[in-house]
C-alpha cells in the first residue's frame, strides 16, 4: 500500500468517526447527498449558499470565548457569584434574566458566548445540572431576543423591510415576549429545586492572567461592533493571526465541528427552501390572514429554522407582525428551529442533551405557539 493509499484511509477513518461522535453533522451529510441527489446542483455552487458573514462571526466569538475562558476571569467571577447566591433555584433565575436581557441587546448567539462558559465555570466550583440550565438559557435568549429588532437575525430582517420604527417594533413584540418569559421563569421555578449550592469544591479562586483578560474583552467588544457594521472577516483575520502568535490555543481548541456543521446547515436548509415543490405548498396557502402567516411561519421554522422561514414567507405576506411572532415560536420546538438552540447545546457537549432540550422544548413551543396565536388574534 502506497503511502498515499495510507494517508486516504487514515482520512477517510478520522471523516467516519467525526459523523458517528456527531450525530447532527451525520445527519446534514445525509441530508445534502438527498438534496443533491433529487435536485443536483453543481458543487461548485454550494459554497455560494453559505452565508459566510455569520460563519465568520462565529468562528470569531468561538476564539474569544476560548481566550477568555483560558484567561481564568470565569473561573475569578464564578468565584465572586457562588458565594453570594445561595441557592440553585436563585442562580438559575439569575442566569436566565441575564441571558434573556443580553439577548435583547447582542443577539441571543452572542449572549450565549457570555452565559454558557459562566455556567460551566461555575460547575467547577459547585456541582449544577449543566444540561438543564443549558436548556432553560437557550430558551431564555430565544425568548427574550424576541423584544428588538437587535434580539435576532430575523427580527433584524423583518424591521428592516416592514420600515417601522425601533419604538414600534419593541411595542408589538412586547407581549409575546413578556408571555414567553413568564412561561419559562414559570417553569424554571418547577425545574430547580431551592436547595443550597454545594460550596466544598469551591477552594482558592483561580488566578487571573490580566493582561490576556483585558485583550479579550476589549477584542470581545471589538469583534461584535465589526460584525454588527458588516466587517466580521477583519475582525477573524486580525484576531486569528494575532492569537496564533500570541495565545495559539485560542484558535486551536475551539469547537471546529460547530463551524462545519453551520456551514453544511446553511447549504442544506437553503437547499431545501429553494425546492419548487416547497415554494409552490407555501404559495397554496394563502397567507391572507394574521394566523395563517403566523402557524406557516411557527411550523416552516421547525423544518429550515427560522431565519430561512422569515425571509422565504416574507414574499408571501406583508404582515410582518404574525411573521415576527410565528418565527420566535419558531425558534422553539426542535433544535434546528434557532441556531441558537445548536450553540447552547454544543458548548455544553453533554451526553443525552439533545433528547432531554426537545422534552422541554417541544411542549414549550406547542403552549407558547397557542398562546402567541391567542395574542395576536386578541391584538389584530
Known sequence: ????????????????????????????????????????????????????????????????????????????????????????????????GLAAALSMIVTNDVALFVVVPLVLSLDKLTPLPVKRLAIFLALAVNAGSVLTPLGNPQNLFLWQTSGVSFGRFVIALFPLCAVLMAMLYGLAACAFAPKPLDLSRDAVSQPVDRPFAVAAAILFVAFVLLADAHHPGIGLAAIGFGFLIWRRDAVLRIDWALLLIFALMFIVLRSVAALPAIREAIAALDLSTPLRAYVAAGVLSQGISNVPAAIMLAEFTRDWRALAFGVSIGGFGIAIGSLANLIAVRLVKKRGIWM?????????????????????????
Open 1 to 96: 500500500m502506497t503511502a498515499a493509499e495510507k494517508a486516504g484511509r487514515s482520512l477517510l477513518r478520522r471523516c467516519i468517526s467525526l459523523l458517528g461522535g456527531e450525530p447532527v453533522l451525520s445527519a446534514l451529510v445525509v441530508a445534502l447527498i438527498a438534496t443533491q441527489w433529487r435536485h443536483p446542483r453543481a458543487w461548485t455552487d454550494l459554497p455560494r449558499l453559505v452565508d459566510w458573514p455569520t460563519v465568520m462571526t462565529l468562528a470569531g466569538l468561538l476564539i474569544l470565548t476560548k481566550a477568555v475562558e483560558l484567561s481564568g476571569v470565569l473561573m475569578w467571577l464564578s468565584h465572586r457569584v457562588v458565594h453570594r447566591v445561595r441557592s440553585e433555584r436563585t442562580l438559575a433565575m439569575l442566569l436566565i
Open 356 to 380: 432531554a432540550f426537545h422534552l422541554v422544548s417541544i411542549p414549550f413551543w406547542i403552549v407558547g405557539g397557542a398562546l402567541g396565536a391567542w395574542l395576536l388574534s386578541v391584538s389584530s
